[in-house]
């Protein structure tokens, strides 16, 4: 089973995000809503992928992707970047982070992470 760490400021959207996801298949082992608490939950929890929302409030996604990347080096935590935005409102930031993939929050489901990691696996 897929073990998922999502980071979102949202409750609401942490609670139906783990509903959908839990529904799919995958187990969600942790939430955090900010980028401490990811940090922290990345290190403790060694998920198989990570959620990161674009848009942490006060804090910015992206860079804590980075973050998350850089603290796991060489043994990397696939992170897959989420937003209510389209892609095509990020596509350069989104490319230029250590992120395997981007998932519209609203397209989010177990098959659309299963299919995003096995797209980086068949490269």
């Known amino acids: 089973m897929l073990r998922c760490l999502i980071v979102d400021d949202s409750d609401r959207f942490l609670a139906v995000a783990r509903t959908v996801l839990e529904r799919d298949g995958v187990s969600v082992i942790g939430t955090a809503s900010t980028g401490e ?20 409030g006060g804090e910015s996604g992206l860079r804590l992707a980075g973050q998350l990347a850089a603290q796991a080096g060489t043994d990397p935590i696939p992170i897959i970047l989420i937003s209510l935005h389209s892609e ?18 609203t397209a989010l489901s177990g098959s659309a992470i299963t ?9």
């Open 88 to 105: 095509e409102d990020y596509a350069e930031l989104i490319a230029a982070s250590p992120a395997i993939g981007f998932l519209p929050k």
């Open 37 to 56: 608490q990811a940090l922290r939950l990345a290190a403790e929890l060694r998920p198989d992928v990570l959620l990161v929302d674009i848009d942490l």
């Open 115 to 123: 299919e995003t990691l096995d797209g980086v696996r068949g490269r």
